[in-house]
Nanobody, 117 residues
């Protein structure tokens, strides 16, 4: 019923760019704070960037200056523009939605990003 579907991942060379998308359905999108997380093999999932329903953004230090998070409430979609990609950005990237009142949390299935020459 609630569905978060990531897309846009793939293989890119170092220094290249990707844009990830997260399409949400089954929720009132404007009532959710959103975020992108990533997970390296054998490691805990970590926050990359977040955006509140009011548009306030936060970034992990590793993402600052290279990544931009945005949302389009009319399309129920969140984006992550990733520039100047590095091999250490290689991970599975997950979409997260958290209701601003109930704190209900939903996750997407993840999309693989591989940065390699």
């Amino acid at each position: 019923q609630v569905q978060l579907v990531e897309s846009g991942g793939g293989l890119v060379q170092p220094g290249g760019s990707l844009r990830l998308s997260c399409a949400a359905s089954g929720i009132t999108f404007s009532s959710y704070n959103m975020g992108w997380y990533r997970q390296f093999p054998g490691k805990q999932r970590e926050l990359v960037a977040s955006i509140t329903r009011g548009g306030s953004t936060n970034y992990a230090d590793s993402a600052k200056g290279r990544f931009t998070i945005s949302r389009d409430n009319a399309r129920n979609t969140m984006y992550l523009q990733m520039n100047s990609l590095k091999p250490e950005d290689t991970a599975v990237y997950y979409c997260n939605a958290r209701h601003f009142i109930t704190a209900r949390t939903d996750w997407g299935q993840g999309t693989q990003v591989t940065v390699s020459s």
